[in-house]
């Protein structure tokens, strides 16, 4: 078989698959619907990037839908980095600035129409036999791989900062689900680095490196959809959103500053902190496994900038670590309740607020430097 129809073959497969995986992300029933619409339109990219071969079957020699073919991969990224965007933030919504995204994509094909687009075919088959001195190719070739590195390092920085929003204002499991989009984001830039890899072979003397390059990012590129595809059908609701107007505990310990000068603790703080111990042992509000600081804002009537910079600032806690301290505490007294030595481990974690085993036990070992059956084990 040579690479051609391996090429072939692969591509239908990889096509087949975002197809499926499209359809599931519009059908299924959540609240999270422009999270996955986002995600869609970046599958359906994917798979038009993905069918050049296929789309070459249809016709003769270069064409005008096939160059726009070629440069849909410029939506590619900004897509992702829309949906990025969705997962992280409750309150995400398009808006008008979100087009200047489409800019790069629109300046790619805007220097291709003199010498390209509005040329004969015979002017189209030079262009592209000449295509390493033609200069508009070269420039797509720069702008295309800046934009990648752009958009994955902005990527990264709108992950680290939901995650520790997160950590600074949500109780729940749901922080697992931020680690696996940076590993998938980690694994989608490996995929990208190898795409550049690509590119510059398609450049140089070696261009049979490319095409064997290019059958090793359509495999990894099928797995990475099937991967997505498992974690999808698995968990139809994975991520559970924050608001984007929250700040991070150190954006609000500069604003202290600049008011006070220096921030310390002050009697209406040992107050508030009393307060809400004597709350969270009494009332327990740690079993609500979707807890949140607002939760608690509202029950104590503390504003959540006051109880937020007590938590995670004077105490020095994520508000996530802060509850799941309560949770352990909790979970050690049942393992050491006699009477109830016939609660499994996995019924444990449900009642102590917890609602993912992995969850539960890195934090039981965080605090108690072992597993719960362990734990219990010792007793």
């Not at 079957?57 to 064409?63: F, I």
């Not at 791989?145 to 520790?164: N, P």
């Not at 609602?355 to 719960?372: C, E, I």
Request: charged residues 20%; proline residues 3%.
């Amino acid at each position: 078989m040579d690479i051609s129809n391996l090429l072939i073959i692969i591509s239908a497969i990889s096509i087949f698959i975002s197809i499926f995986l499209v359809i599931f992300l519009l059908s299924v029933k959540t609240k999270h619907k422009l999270s996955n619409a986002l995600f869609a339109l970046f599958l359906i990219i994917t798979a038009i990037d993905t069918s050049e071969q296929l789309f070459n079957l249809t016709v003769n020699g270069p064409s005008n839908l096939g160059m726009l073919r070629n440069t849909f991969a410029y939506l590619q990224i900004p897509a992702f980095y829309l949906y990025i965007l969705s997962v992280c933030y409750s309150d995400f919504k398009l808006k008008p600035k979100h087009f200047l995204h489409v800019l790069p994509f629109l300046i790619a094909n805007a220097i291709l129409i003199p010498r390209f687009y509005l040329v004969d075919l015979a002017s189209k088959i030079n262009f592209i036999v000449n295509r390493q001195n033609r200069i508009e190719l070269q420039f797509n070739h720069v702008l295309f791989h800046i934009q990648i590195i752009v958009y994955i390092i902005a990527v990264f920085m709108v992950l680290k900062k939901a995650k520790k929003l997160y950590l600074e204002n949500h109780a729940g499991t749901s922080i697992n689900s931020y680690n696996w989009l940076f590993q998938f984001t980690t694994v989608l830039t490996f995929l990208y680095s190898v795409v550049l890899i690509k590119n510059i072979f398609k450049f140089s003397e070696y261009q049979n490196i490319s095409e064997w390059i290019k059958i090793a990012v359509l495999l990894f590129q099928l797995i990475l959809i099937c991967w997505y595809l498992f974690k999808a059908l698995q968990h139809p609701n994975l991520f559970r959103n924050i608001d984007s107007k929250l700040k991070l505990v150190s954006d609000l310990i500069l604003e202290e500053k600049k008011k006070k000068q220096l921030i310390t603790i002050d009697k209406k703080d040992n107050e508030d902190l009393l307060k809400l111990q004597q709350y969270i042992i009494e009332e327990k509000p740690f079993l609500n496994p979707s807890l949140t600081i607002q939760d608690i804002s509202n029950a104590l009537e503390i504003p959540v900038r006051n109880l937020s910079l007590l938590i995670n600032h004077q105490l020095n806690q994520h508000f996530y670590d802060f509850i799941n301290a309560y949770r352990i505490e909790y979970a050690k007294k049942i393992l050491k309740d006699t009477t109830k030595n016939d609660l499994t481990i996995l019924e444990i974690l449900y009642e102590v607020g917890f609602n993912s085993k992995s969850s539960f036990n890195t934090a039981f070992k965080k605090y108690t430097n072992s597993t719960p059956t362990e734990y219990r084990k010792n007793l």
